[in-house]
């Protein structure tokens, strides 16, 4: 699923079809991406996803529509019964969740393997 040009999902990892990753590009913005991050999360819930790693290492630039992508994801997920965590958060990025007290919402680990390892 291409989502913007720099915005896209990688297929079903590990775990029999279980994990997804969602690799984010350079920008994060919210607007248009955020509809386009709630159905390619929708679909792979629908294709039997139990864990969706949003792998942040890429990402230059988020805002608080950016942010509300997620935690929405996160919500919705939740809501269904699939994990949704981050993987690889650069420093800015961490520090706007901190600043937001969204560290504590999100489980956030160190790479896309390690987030596989944790919930499997």
């Known amino acids: 699923i291409k989502m913007s040009e720099k915005t ?3 297929e079903f990892v590990g775990d029999g079809g279980k994990i997804a990753v969602v ?10 991406d955020a509809l386009d991050f709630a159905e390619a999360t929708e679909e792979l819930r629908n294709k039997g996803a139990e864990l969706i790693i949003a792998d942040l290492r890429k990402v230059h630039v988020m805002n608080s ?5 997620l935690v929405s994801s996160l ?3 939740k809501n269904n019964n699939v994990a949704f965590v981050l993987s690889s958060v650069p ?5 706007l969740l901190e600043m937001t007290h969204l560290d504590k919402v999100f489980s956030i680990y160190n790479s896309v393997e390690d ?6």
């Open 65 to 69: 529509s950016g942010l509300g992508m």
């Open 75 to 77: 919500s919705n997920l």
């Open 91 to 95: 420093k800015k990025v961490m520090s």
């Open 8 to 10: 896209y999902i990688v």
């Open 115 to 120: 987030a596989a390892e944790h919930q499997s």
């Open 23 to 32: 690799k984010l590009g350079e920008n994060v913005l919210g607007g248009n």
